[in-house]
C-alpha cells in the first residue's frame, strides 16, 4: 500500500534509492578492504587516522601487505582469509598492529604521538571480517571494557539458558511479545527496545514495546506507513539481520581510495559500519534517536517484522550483546512462527469445523425437501452469519437465485451477470476469486450490489460454468498512526526530487474506508463445497423430475393424464387378489370416433378425447379408477357395496348422459355417443385379463347392438371366443407353411443423410384374412408361447437376406432385429445367434438386436448376462420404444447397450407438445450423456427431423424417409432416401 499523500511515480522513484550511502563508514569505527589473491589492503576507511596512533594519512595503509599491520592474537601467522563466510561476518582473534606504522612516516608518528590524545584505557578492538568477491572486507569497532559493563554482560549471559527459558514459557503470542522486549531490553541496555510487525499492505504496526526506567512506552499500537521502511530496505533485511548505528550525529567517514581496483564501489551490505543515507538519519533524529540496533524476524523465509532498539545517546554494542540479539531474535521468529501458525490453524479448524457442520445440515435439509430456492431462503440467515457475509447469490443452469440482507438495485439476473462477468473464462478447474477492496474505486464496485465491500466468488464447469457468490459489506476501521504519513519533497542539486522524513510522530488517527474484512481459504473452501453441494442436488432434482416424469408418463396416458393400460390393470389385479369384488369393470369407447379423425384430423379427435376424460372424470367418485387404454377404448373401476347388473347399469347410465351435450371444438359442435361392456367380479372372472376379456365382449355385443348402449357380460357371449382361438391356430402353422415374411425400414444418419442400417419387421400374410401387421399376431403369438418360433425365423431370414445382398455386392448394412423376453431368458440363444452367422458367413457387427424396456424390468440380472454375452460377441444391443415404459436410469446405466431408440409417440407430437418436446430433448441428453447412440423412431417430416439434428440426435427412422418395404426394393429405395436428402 503506498501513502495516499504521495504521488505513485514519486514514491517507486524513491523506492530506487540506496538505504546506505556506497563508500561510507560509521566514525566510530575503521574498515579494510584486502585483496585475497595478493593479500594486500586496497580499500581503507579515511576516518582509521583518527584510531590509529600516529597514522595521518589513510592512503599510507593502501597497497600494505595485511600482515604488516594485523596480528592474531596468539601469534600465529598467516593470516587466513580464503574461508570467511560471505554474509555473516565473523568475529576474529585478531588486533591491529598499531606500532607497525610504515618507516615513511616514523617522524610523523613521533611528533603526531606527542600531540595526540592518547588511546582510552582499556580500549580495546574488536574485529569482524567477511568475504565480498574477490576482497574480504575486515571492520574493527571499539570495544570499551569498562568492569561495571563487562561485569553485566557477563552476569547476564551466564544465565543466557535462563532467558531463553522465560521466552518458551510465555503463554499466547501477546504476552510472548511482551517477555521479548522486556529480555531484549534487560540484555541489549538500550533505552527502548519495540516489536515491529509487517501487515499485508505493507505498514507495520508496533506490537510490543518496552523501556528503562528514565522512558515511558509512547509507540505501541503505532502504524506506520509502508514507505517508511522501503522495499530496497525489506530486501536487504532479509540477507543482513542486524544492523547497528552507533551515533546519529557523528559524522560518516569516506572509502580511501572511492572505488576497487576494479573501478567497481564496495558492497557494504553485510558491513557493520556501513553509513546510513542522510533521509534515514533525519528519519531518527526527528524521532529523538541517537543510537539504533536493529533485528530482522524472518519466518519462512519472509520478513515478518523487526526488533528496533533506540538509545539516546551514543552506544556500540558488544560482540556477545550482539549475537545473544541475534540468538533471541531467531529464537523470536522460530517461537512466533510456530504460535501464528498455531493459532491460525486452530481458529481456521474451527471456522472450518462450524462451516462444515452447517453445510452438511443444510445438505440434509436440501435431499429431504429438493426445493433448492425455498430452502435457500429458508437457510440463509444462517449460511450468511457463518460466512460474515450480506448478500449469496448462486447460478447453476437455469437455478438463478440472490438473497440477503445487502442492499439491492438490480434484479436476480442484473445481479448474476454483473458478477458473473468476473468468471475466470480461462479456466475449467474448480476456481475461487476473493475481493476485499470493492469500495475503494469505483471501477472495482458492483453497482447492482452497491453495499458490497468484499466479494468471494467460486466457480466450477459442470456441462456449463456455473457459479456462487458471498459479500461483506464495508468496515470503517479507525487506524492509530504514529504521526501523520505527510512528507515533504526535496529537489537535490542534481535535479533529483527525494521525499525528506516525517518530522512528527505524535498520535494520528484516520478512519479506513472502503474496505470488507479480509476472505481467508477457509471461507473460499467453504464457498466451493456450497457450490458443489447446490450442483449436485440440483443435478438430483432434474434426475429426480426426470424420473418422475418417466414415471407418471409410465403409468398414465400422456394425452389425457389418466391412468394407462398397464397402471389400471395392475392396480385392479391388486384390489381382486386382496378379495375386494365390491366392484364393476367397464369398457367403453366413442361411437364411430375414426370419423372425426378421418374428417377433421388427429388435433381435434385429441381434443374430443381429452374433452370426454374431464366429462367421465365429473360423474366418478374419488375411489373409481379411470383409465385411457389407447385410442378412444376407456377402462372404469365403478366401486359400489353390493354389485349387480342393474347398479352397473344405472351407473353407466350417468356415462351417457355426461357425453349427450355437444362437445365444442374451435366452434365446431360434435354430437357424440359411448358404447359400454361390463364385467363383475367374480361372476365374470377372478382376474384382470378374464374380466377385461369378458367386459370386451359385452361392448362387441353393444356395438353390434347398434351402439349408445350398455351391456352386461352374459356366458353365451363366450362362444365369440372361437374367433381368437382360430386366429391362434392358423398363427401356429404360420411359420411350416412360409406365411411369415420380411420387410425393411431404413435408419438414416442425420449429420451425413446416409442411410447407415435397416431394421427388419415381420408380416403376416394370412391366407384369407390377408395382410396382418406385427400388432395384430405378436401378442397372441406372446401369450402362446409362440413367440420364440417365430423370432428364430426372423433371426434366420434376416441373416440369410443379409448374406444374400453381400454376396451380390449389393450393400453392407447393419440390420437391427427385435427379440420378446422369451427369446432373450431362452436358455441357447447367443450360441444360436454366433451359429447362424457363421452358416451364413456374415460378421457379428452386421447385427443389431432390439429389446425393450419390460425385458430388464422383469429379469434385470438375466438379461444383463445375455446382451454382454452377445457385446463379447461382437453384436449390437439397442433398447426399442424408450419411454412406454417404467424406465429406471439406475437400471439403463447398468445395462450394456450401445443405442437407445426413443418411441415414436415422442417424435409423433414433439412439435405440439411442449412437454413432449421436453422429454424427447431429455432422452437424448440422456443417451448422449451414456454415450450411446440416439435413434428417433417415427420421423414423418421435416420438421421434425430437423429439431432432432438440431439437438443432437444421431439417427431417424420413420415414414418420411421411407415406410417398410420388401427386400428386393431395399437398394433402390436407399438411392432414392439419399438423393432426395441431398437435394
Not at 3 to 22: G, R
Not at 63 to 85: E, H, M, Q
Not at 526 to 537: F, G, M, P, T, W
Not at 652 to 659: G, K, N, P, V
Amino acid at each position: 500500500m503506498h501513502d495516499d499523500t504521495i504521488p505513485v511515480e514519486l514514491e517507486k522513484s524513491c523506492a530506487q534509492e540506496p538505504i546506505h550511502l556506497l563508500g561510507t563508514v560509521q566514525s566510530y569505527g575503521f574498515l579494510m578492504v584486502v585483496d585475497i589473491s595478493s593479500r594486500c589492503i586496497v580499500q581503507v576507511s579515511a576516518g582509521v587516522v583518527h584510531h590509529w596512533p600516529g597514522l595521518q594519512d589513510a592512503a599510507a595503509l593502501v597497497s600494505r601487505p595485511l600482515a604488516d599491520v594485523v596480528a592474531a592474537v596468539d601469534g600465529s601467522d598467516p593470516l587466513d582469509i580464503d574461508t570467511l563466510p560471505t554474509a555473516h561476518p565473523v568475529a576474529l582473534p585478531w588486533r591491529p598492529r598499531f606500532g607497525q606504522t610504515s618507516a615513511l612516516q616514523a617522524q610523523a608518528q613521533a611528533q603526531a604521538q606527542a600531540q595526540a590524545p592518547a588511546q582510552p584505557a582499556g580500549l580495546e578492538w574488536e574485529c569482524l571480517a567477511h568475504r565480498c568477491g574477490a576482497v574480504a572486507v575486515i571492520e574493527w569497532l571499539p570495544v570499551h571494557a569498562c568492569p561495571d559493563e563487562l561485569r553485566r554482560q557477563h552476569h547476564i549471559f551466564a544465565d543466557f539458558a535462563d532467558i531463553i527459558a522465560r521466552l518458551r514459557r510465555a503463554e499466547g503470542l501477546d504476552a510472548f511479545f511482551r517477555v521479548c522486549v522486556k529480555v531484549i531490553q534487560e540484555v541489549s541496555a538500550f533505552d527502548r527496545v519495540m516489536i515491529y510487525r509487517f501487515m499485508a499492505d505493507g505498514c507495520g504496526e508496533v506490537v510490543a514495546e518496552h523501556t528503562s526506567g528514565d522512558y515511558e512506552q509512547k509507540y505501541l499500537g503505532l502504524r506506520f506507513p509502508a514507505s517508511d521502511i522501503p522495499s530496497q530496505a525489506r530486501t536487504l533485511y532479509l540477507s543482513n539481520k542486524l544492523r547497528v548505528l552507533a551515533d546519529v550525529e557523528a559524522p560518516m567517514d569516506a572509502l580511501v581510495p572511492p572505488l576497487l581496483p576494479n573501478g567497481a564501489s564496495l558492497d557494504q551490505s553485510h558491513c557493520m559500519l556501513r553509513g546510513l543515507s542522510p533521509v534515514h538519519l533525519s528519519y531518527l533524529r526527528n524521532m529523538g534517536v541517537r543510537a539504533t540496533m536493529t533485528l530482522s524476524i524472518v519466518c519462512d523465509g519472509k520478513l515478518w517484522g523487526l526488533i528496533a532498539c533506540h538509545h539516546h545517546s551514543p552506544r556500540t554494542p558488544p560482540h556477545q550483546i550482539r549475537e545473544g540479539m541475534r540468538q533471541i531474535a531467531e529464537l523470536l521468529a522460530e517461537i512466533a512462527n510456530m504460535r501464528i501458525e498455531a493459532l491460525s490453524h486452530l481458529e481456521a479448524v474451527r471456522h472450518r469445523l462450524t462451516l462444515d457442520r452447517l453445510l452438511n445440515q443444510f445438505h440434509q435439509a436440501l435431499i429431504q425437501e429438493g426445493d433448492i430456492p425455498n430452502v435457500l431462503e429458508r437457510w440463509l440467515p444462517k449460511l450468511l452469519p457463518a460466512f460474515k457475509a450480506s448478500n449469496f447469490g448462486v447460478q447453476i443452469g437455469t437455478l438463478a437465485c440472490v438473497g440477503g440482507i445487502g442492499k439491492r438495485q438490480g434484479s436476480t439476473h442484473q445481479i448474476l451477470d454483473e458478477v458473473g462477468a468476473r468468471l475466470d473464462a480461462r479456466t475449467s478447474s474448480p476456481e475461487v476469486r476473493m475481493w476485499d477492496n470493492l469500495l475503494t474505486s469505483s471501477r472495482h464496485a458492483l453497482m447492482f450490489l452497491p453495499e458490497a465491500a468484499g466479494l468471494l466468488l467460486a466457480q466450477r464447469h459442470d456441462e456449463d460454468t456455473i457459479f456462487c457468490f458471498m459479500t461483506r459489506r464495508e468496515v470503517v476501521r479507525d487506524v492509530r498512526w504514529g504521526g501523520e504519513p505527510v512528507k515533504d519533497v526535496l529537489v537535490l542539486p542534481n535535479g533529483r526530487v527525494r521525499l525528506e522524513p516525517r518530522r512528527s510522530f505524535a498520535e494520528w488517527q484516520q478512519s479506513v474506508r472502503g474496505h470488507a474484512d479480509p476472505w481467508q481459504q477457509v471461507d473460499a473452501d467453504a464457498l466451493q463445497n456450497l457450490l458443489r453441494i447446490l450442483s449436485e442436488v440440483n443435478k438430483l432434482q432434474i434426475n429426480r423430475k426426470m424420473q418422475e416424469t418417466l414415471h407418471w408418463r409410465a403409468h398414465h396416458d400422456h394425452l389425457t393424464g389418466l391412468y394407462n393400460r398397464r397402471a389400471m390393470e395392475d392396480e385392479v389385479s391388486r384390489r381382486l387378489e386382496d378379495g375386494q369384488y365390491n366392484t364393476a369393470l367397464m369398457l367403453l369407447d366413442l361411437d364411430h370416433f375414426k370419423k372425426i379423425n378421418d374428417t377433421y384430423g388427429h388435433e381435434t379427435g385429441d381434443q374430443v378425447l381429452q374433452q370426454l376424460s374431464l366429462r367421465l372424470k365429473a360423474v366418478m367418485r374419488e375411489f373409481d379408477l379411470l383409465a385411457r387404454l389407447g385410442g378412444d377404448e376407456f377402462m372404469l373401476l365403478l366401486q359400489i357395496p353390493h354389485p349387480n347388473a342393474a347398479t352397473a347399469l344405472t351407473f353407466a347410465e350417468r356415462l351417457h348422459q355426461a357425453i349427450a351435450s355437444p362437445f365444442d371444438i374451435k366452434g365446431q359442435q360434435f354430437r357424440l355417443g359411448i358404447s359400454v361392456g361390463i364385467a363383475i367380479p367374480p361372476a365374470h372372472g377372478r382376474t384382470v385379463s378374464e374380466l377385461l376379456r369378458h367386459a370386451d365382449l359385452a361392448l362387441y355385443q353393444a356395438k353390434s347392438e347398434g351402439r349408445s348402449r350398455s351391456v352386461v357380460f352374459e356366458l353365451a357371449m363366450a362362444a365369440d371366443q372361437l374367433e381368437h382361438y382360430l386366429l391362434e391356430r392358423d398363427l401356429d402353422e404360420a411359420v411350416e407353411r412360409n406365411q411369415l415374411s420380411l420387410v425393411f425400414q431404413p435408419k438414416v444418419e442425420l449429420i451425413s443423410r446416409k442411410v447407415i442400417g435397416l431394421e427388419a419387421l415381420v408380416r403376416w400374410n394370412h391366407p384369407t384374412r390377408g395382410q396382418n401387421s406385427p400388432a395384430a399376431f405378436i401378442p397372441i403369438a406372446e401369450n402362446s408361447d409362440q413367440i420364440i418360433r417365430i423370432d428364430r425365423w426372423v433371426m434366420r431370414s434376416a441373416i440369410a437376406e443379409q448374406a444374400r445382398w453381400r454376396t451380390e455386392g449389393l450393400m453392407k448394412l447393419p440390420i437391427s432385429i427385435n427379440l420378446s423376453i422369451a427369446d432373450i431368458l431362452s436358455p441357447n440363444l447367443v450360441g444360436y445367434l454366433t451359429g447362424l452367422l457363421e452358416e451364413y458367413h456374415v460378421p457379428p457387427s452386421a447385427l443389431e438386436i432390439e429389446v425393450t424396456e419390460s425385458c430388464f424390468m422383469r429379469q434385470l440380472s438375466e438379461t444383463q448376462d445375455v446382451l454382454r454375452s452377445l457385446n463379447e460377441n461382437g453384436m449390437i444391443t439397442a433398447l426399442d420404444d424408450f419411454g412406454t415404459g417404467f424406465s429406471s436410469l439406475s437400471y439403463l446405466r447398468q445395462l450394456p447397450l450401445q443405442c437407445l431408440k426413443i418411441d415414436q409417440s415422442f417424435t409423433r407430437t414433439m412439435l405440439q407438445d411442449p412437454n413432449a418436446e421436453k422429454l424427447t430433448l431429455a432422452i437424448v441428453a440422456m443417451g448422449i450423456a451414456l454415450k450411446m447412440t440416439v435413434v428417433a423412431e417415427g420421423v414423418e417430416t421435416r420438421e421434425q427431423m430437423n429439431w432432432l439434428l438440431a439437438h443432437g440426435c444421431h439417427i431417424g427412422q420413420g415414414y418420411f424417409f421411407s415406410p417398410p418395404v420388401p427386400p428386393g426394393d431395399v437398394p433402390q429405395v436407399i438411392e432414392r432416401i439419399e438423393v432426395r436428402l441431398r437435394g
